[in-house]
């Protein structure tokens, strides 16, 4: 069996982890169907015999379940040494294959192609078409001829592709296993160890911060273009966009890479027709010049002097100051340590304005993430990177998003304010197609929500992720979980009440910085400028200490006095039957429109349906039905009637404590309230023998 | 040990009766997982015990749990002598 890409992500988290990995984290993960995930995790099973690695299997469910450490100690060899011959290739990785085969190659012919993904003569086509498209950033094509397809290009632009496209394979298709990356796309292995370790090795002597990823990148594309030199040749610097100006600062890289001798390993199969055996000094230079602006790209993200006094610092500085205040401005905020975020902001500018200068792309996987996220910050960070003349043209998504990053991580800092994405997770009774259609409203009400859903209460114990709010359609309770139970197809009250709960988590911070805001203008008419940051700091000082009441408060849970006014007890003598006295229970919630008359018959139906079960005691029902009924107000009512009312043969009761709730949890207090009074058996006496609706009022404080 | 207290509708009377015995357990010392839902779902929980009133027992089917009914919810006396196989545990 060949391994394709959903494979290899199920047995990697597989490999990683020392859980089974079971359908449901499959479905989550990947985002597809209950059926397909079984069928996948069936799959890997088939592949693990097939390549001799133990596993457990289980009859009860279908989960993936490494042995032991010496199976996945297998796995990852296995898929370490993946070759492209085992493999079934995505569209999208086909199509970087044969961008990689464009590069390495004077030509490709589709029959090369057909062989070996065997694929049909249309589909070739395809890819091709679908290729071109992936070129055109880099004014880049492909002509064919009679021997194949020949990439077409600036040879400067094709370094620039190369770039990318060894970026997308290690960020956007493999961003956990490098080996199996450099394995499948056929990548000389020794070559790229040797050049990543001899560039680790020295990056304390130059100076020069490069994490993992960026070594990596570099060294791959370094045996690309290692390829694309043997076989074009090197090109004039002349031609080198911005050549003069970039001589002066990446000139420390370029003697690194010459010393490192990263650049005789490039040259060296490369023989001029002179036929000369060593090589010239200028070949080098421009080589390095080449393979240094790579490497300041690739390392850009850590950005320290890497990038130099090619741009004014002052400059940077104060434009930065700019955007800091734009933003503060649009989401209500002020930062701390802004000195520190001035310099982050500044260095991120640097990098944009480089990267837009010189053309390079590189992929971020951060990307991915922040905008499905935190799109509102995104839409902040544009709005404050308007009318900012120092980025000439409008900055790219991707650019900022990146931008984006240096806020994100600001306000995470400061405690005092977190913009957390409310993570939503949607529950319902079983059917797929209800969770699809919940989630999709749900997007639409809060855009800025992460969302998940489950059916059926028990896969919710699967979840290890943070959970702001359940919206569900069961009345379900999870301890500390607001649960706000609505209709499949959202009423304008269902979405009141989920937008209710999103304000009362964030709301709170806001109006408390805008109002220290507010207050500290006011301020600085009375007092001196050199006060102004002394008041500001009592002021904050003040509400930090008291900061526990103001932020996230969640509103108290209402006592069963709160919920049963006086005006909602009534005392009769009788009542015709069950239903009736239920009626007349729930009547004065009714009246104060805190209920409507659908939800006191969908009560007497539930009795109907389900029997008397609200009685709970001897003497004491609760009537209830779903919020959904008809609740518009959180409210109870109680009502006493003096002779018995049966239900049934043994079942009756005197006291009637009509319940209107409106989620899942809001009305616990008061029903442990009403546990904590009856759990006392006298306490039913009491209740039967006060006279009036005063004396009963009294008996609930 | 896993506990599941049921009523009509999940969030009202099981409350009441998971609250009940959450105070029993407690006061004996014994730990249990205690959990409330409704009658649609109890049938599919996996739980050693379910704990619910005469009507309610007879619309679950659940294969593995033991169903115990009570009759009062509010007194503890007479939950605890129903529910007294469970400290045998």
């Not at chain 1, 070129?135 to 040879?155: D, H, I, K, M, V």
């Not at chain 1, 004014?312 to 905020?333: F, H, S, T």
């Not at chain 1, 009736?580 to 009560?603: F, G, H, V």
């Amino acid at each position: 069996m060949h391994l394709n890409y959903q494979m290899d992500t199920v047995l990697e988290a597989s490999m990683n982890s020392y859980m089974p990995i079971g359908v449901y984290e499959v479905m989550q993960c990947l985002d597809i169907s209950k059926s397909a995930a079984y069928l996948l995790i069936q799959d890997c099973e088939i592949w693990l015999k097939e390549n001799k690695i133990e596993f457990i299997s289980s009859d009860l469910r279908r989960e993936l379940n490494l042995a032991d450490q010496a199976s996945r100690d297998k796995l990852r060899e296995s898929l370490s040494g993946m070759k492209p011959a085992d493999y079934d290739f995505s569209v999208k990785e086909r199509r970087i294959y044969i961008i990689l085969m464009l590069l390495r190659r004077k030509n490709v012919r589709t029959n090369e192609i057909i062989e070996r993904f065997h694929v049909s003569r249309n589909t070739c086509i395809l890819d091709f078409a679908g290729v071109n498209k992936l070129l055109q950033p880099f004014n880049a094509g492909f002509s064919s001829g009679n021997f194949g397809y020949t990439l077409r290009g600036n040879e400067y632009d094709v370094y620039r592709l190369c770039l990318w496209a060894v970026s997308e394979i290690l960020y956007e298709l493999y961003p956990n296993n490098y080996e199996m990356a450099i394995s499948l796309f056929d990548f000389p292995k020794e070559m790229v160890e040797n050049i990543y370790r001899t560039l680790l090795g020295t990056m304390n002597q130059f100076k020069i911060l490069c994490n993992r990823e960026a070594g990596y990148i570099f060294s791959m594309t370094f045996t690309l273009v290692k390829i694309r030199i043997s076989l074009k040749g090197l090109f004039p610097i002349e031609n080198i966009p911005h050549y003069e100006e970039m001589n002066r600062y990446s000139y420390r890289i370029r003697r690194m890479l010459i010393h490192l001798g990263i650049v005789e390993e490039v040259l060296r199969d490369f023989c001029p027709g002179s036929g000369k055996g060593f090589l010239e000094d200028s070949q080098k230079v421009e080589a390095a010049e080449c393979l240094s602006r790579m490497l300041i790209y690739v390392c850009a993200e850590t950005g320290n002097d890497l990038i130099a006094i090619h741009v004014n610092e002052e400059d940077l500085k104060r434009y930065a100051v700019q955007i800091i205040q734009q933003y503060e401005c649009y989401a209500g905020i002020v930062f701390e340590d802004r000195e520190e975020l001035k310099n982050t902001v500044a260095l991120s500018m640097k990098c944009v304005l480089l990267r837009k200068k010189y053309g390079f792309f590189i992929f971020n996987p951060l990307i991915k993430e922040i905008r499905k996220h935190y799109s509102h910050i995104i839409h902040i960070t544009n709005k404050a990177l308007e009318g900012i003349h120092y980025i000439e043209k409008p900055v790219s998504e991707v650019e900022s998003i990146r931008f984006s990053v240096n806020f994100l991580g600001w306000m995470y800092k400061s405690k005092r304010v977190t913009f957390q994405t409310p993570h939503i997770l949607v529950m319902c009774a079983g059917n797929a197609g209800t969770g699809i259609l919940m989630q999709g409203q749900i997007e639409k009400l809060v855009p800025e929500a992460k969302i998940r859903t489950v059916s059926l209460l028990q896969e919710y114990s699967k979840f290890t992720e943070h959970i702001d709010f359940i919206v569900s359609t069961i009345p379900v309770e999870i301890k500390d979980i607001p649960v706000v139970v609505v209709n499949v197809f959202l009423t304008e009250y269902d979405k009141y009440r989920i937008r209710k709960i999103i304000e009362n988590k964030s709301v709170r911070d806001l109006d408390l910085k805008r109002f220290i805001q507010d207050f500290i203008i006011m301020a600085k008419d009375f007092i001196t400028s050199e006060e102004v940051p002394l008041l500001r700091h009592r002021v904050e000082e003040y509400f930090k200490i008291n900061k526990a009441k103001i932020i996230y408060e969640t509103e108290g849970k209402p006592m069963l006095k709160d919920l049963i006014s006086e005006r909602r007890i009534q005392i009769v003598d009788f009542a015709e039957d069950w239903r009736a006295a239920i009626r007349l229970a729930a009547k004065p919630l009714e009246e104060d429109q805190s209920i409507e008359p659908s939800y006191t018959e969908a009560m007497i139906h539930t009795v109907e349906t389900l029997g008397p079960y609200i009685v709970l005691a001897p003497g004491i029902a609760l009537p209830h039905a779903r919020p959904e009924a008809g609740v518009c107000v959180m409210s109870m009512a109680l009502m006493k009637v003096k002779e018995k009312v049966y239900f049934s043969e043994d079942k009756y009761a005197n006291l009637f404590f009509v319940l209107a709730s409106i989620d899942g949890s809001s009305h616990l207090d008061a029903l442990r309230e009403l546990s904590m009074i009856f759990s006392d058996e006298a306490a039913l006496d009491k209740f039967m023998k006060a006279e009036t609706t005063n004396e009963l009022y009294r008996l609930i404080q | 040990m896993k506990i599941l207290c049921v009523c009509g509708l999940g969030q009202g009377s099981s409350l009441i009766l998971r609250m009940s015995v959450e105070d029993i357990l407690k006061a004996k010392g014994i730990y249990a997982d205690i959990d409330n839902t409704d009658a649609s779902s109890a049938s599919f929980e996996r739980c050693d015990y379910i704990i619910t009133s005469g009507e309610i027992a007879e619309s679950i089917s659940n294969p593995k749990a033991k169903v115990i009914i009570v009759s009062n919810y509010f007194n503890k006396a007479s939950i605890e002598k129903e529910i007294s196989e469970i400290f045998e545990e």
